[in-house]
């Protein structure tokens, strides 16, 4: 079972910043579909990005196409959300998934396998 600790969130304001970082333990996350899911108050759970264990493609929900980016940095087990142009409409907390077996990114959120605790992400002015 893999272990993931999330990092980097905070206050932002309107057009700003933040990189969001995923640090695993436990297991390779090379060998794993790595995702961030969002989660508003009030709100349902949002699949936001995810890149697969094979390579090229990354995948993102509508509203962040163009500002957020999904990367791997293999020696470091780490993957990254790199957040640009963040809008309030961007405030939630945001959770590390992997899913394992063939490492395909899930089209239900609940069908990843293991969760990180979440990191706070708060866009305002």
């Known amino acids: 079972q893999v272990q993931l600790v999330e990092s980097g969130g905070g206050l932002v304001q309107p057009g700003g910043s933040l990189r969001l970082s995923c640090a695993a333990s436990?297991?390779?996350?090379?060998?794993?579909?790595v995702g961030w899911v969002r989660q508003a108050p009030g709100k349902e759970r949002e699949g936001v990005a995810c890149?697969?264990?094979?390579?090229?493609?990354?995948y993102y929900t509508d509203s962040v196409k163009g500002r957020f980016t999904i990367s791997r940095d293999s020696a470091k087990n780490t993957v990254y959300l790199q957040m640009n142009g963040l809008n309030p409409e961007d405030t939630a907390s945001y959770y590390c998934?992997?899913?394992?077996?063939?490492?395909?990114?899930?089209?239900?959120?609940?069908?990843?396998?293991?969760w990180g605790q979440g990191t706070q992400v708060t866009v305002s002015a």
């Open positions: 998934a992997t899913k394992g077996g063939w490492g395909l990114c899930p089209r239900d959120v609940s069908d990843y396998d293991d």
């Open positions: 436990g297991s390779n996350l090379d060998d794993l579909a």
């Open positions: 890149i697969p264990r094979l390579p090229p493609d990354t």
